[in-house]
């Protein structure tokens, strides 16, 4: 007779040779170790074991009724306008006083209005590691709003994280969402480079040339990295390989296509000629024939459908779909 522990081993066992990535950093540290360590110690069973506990374990998944949030964090998060004022913010006090609570998440769900004003007030410093902790498109409309210099200051600021410790991160993210009257949390998964980059590839092209061209003024060497990084529209034929140009359009709306397409000038011309080279002639006309019936498009739209052409490229990159040719290469 197994134990229930052996049970739970068998199952995750079970879907991850399934292909499922189940959310195992969400159980305690001592769960995930006393998991892992069962896991190492099983033996093959035979099936009508496993089918038993298969069966027992949908059977125990039928008779839930109702789950709840996880801790008070996820309460609040739930009931989130819901409670009075008072409440609301007696809660929060009591999550950020918590040793266990991660203030970032909460702040990360913020909107960029009410992060603008606290991140104005910070050292380009401490701006710098708030913004490398939101989420990349909140961080980049943030970007897009500051002072000209305040942005540059920030950006260049990044690629002095890369040492801040954890404690410092935790520390800053508990004071602001002190002063927020919020709280929550995260920590860096990528360099300062990838940060920057991933930031400005989200930015307006006037924000993402400005800042570049204050960084070349405070780092050459680390604003070469973050163009290195940074992959726009207008790159497409110097990144992408000719062959994967079909493979980028197929996941996108004909609209989006279209609007990129036609809206598409001066740097970004070329790559739209790029486009048309590498995809059937037959699409080709019917998108030109489809582009010349479109009316005026507003600078903000083509810009924005230009970033979804380039967002589609990097999910496929990031999924392995495709790979971008080495800056080096060009």
Do not use: H
Request: hydrophobic share 45%; net charge negative; with cysteine.
């Amino acid at each position: 007779m197994l134990t229930p522990r052996q049970k739970a081993a068998v199952i995750v066992r079970l879907l991850n040779a399934e292909g499922m990535t189940l959310p195992l950093q969400e159980l305690s540290d001592e769960q995930q170790t006393l998991l892992t360590g069962q896991i190492a110690q099983m033996r093959p069973i035979d099936r009508d074991t496993l089918n038993e506990i298969i069966e027992e374990f949908c059977t125990q998944l039928e008779s839930i009724g109702l789950t709840f949030p996880k801790g008070l964090d996820g309460a609040l998060t739930l009931l989130d306008g819901q409670l009075s004022t008072t409440a609301a913010s007696r809660l929060r006090r009591m999550i950020s006083n918590s040793a266990n609570s991660d203030p970032w998440q909460r702040i990360a769900g913020l909107a960029p209005e009410v992060l603008e004003p606290a991140i104005l007030e910070e050292s380009p410093e401490v701006a710098a590691v708030i913004l490398s902790k939101l989420p990349v498109p909140t961080a980049a409309e943030i970007l897009g709003k500051l002072p000209g210099e305040k942005a540059r200051r920030i950006a260049y600021a990044v690629s002095l994280t890369g040492n801040v410790a954890p404690e410092v991160v935790q520390r800053i993210g508990m004071v602001l969402a002190q002063q927020l009257d919020v709280v929550a949390a995260k920590a860096f998964t990528s360099g300062p480079v990838e940060r920057v980059g991933a930031i400005l590839n989200q930015s307006p092209s006037r924000v993402r040339d400005s800042v570049i061209e204050g960084l070349e003024e405070e780092d050459r060497q680390f604003a070469e990295q973050v163009r290195k990084a940074i992959f726009t529209f207008a790159l497409i034929p110097q990144r992408i390989e000719a062959r994967d140009v079909p493979k980028i359009l197929r996941g996108l709306d004909q609209k989006v296509i279209l609007t990129a397409l036609a809206s598409a000038t001066g740097p970004d011309a070329a790559a739209v000629e790029f486009i048309f080279a590498n995809i059937s002639q037959r699409l080709a006309a019917t998108l030109r024939e489809e582009m010349e019936q479109l009316g005026k498009i507003r600078e903000s739209e083509g810009e924005a459908a230009r970033a979804q052409v380039v967002a589609a490229a990097r999910d496929l990159e990031a999924a392995g779909e495709l790979a971008f040719v080495a800056p080096e290469e060009e």
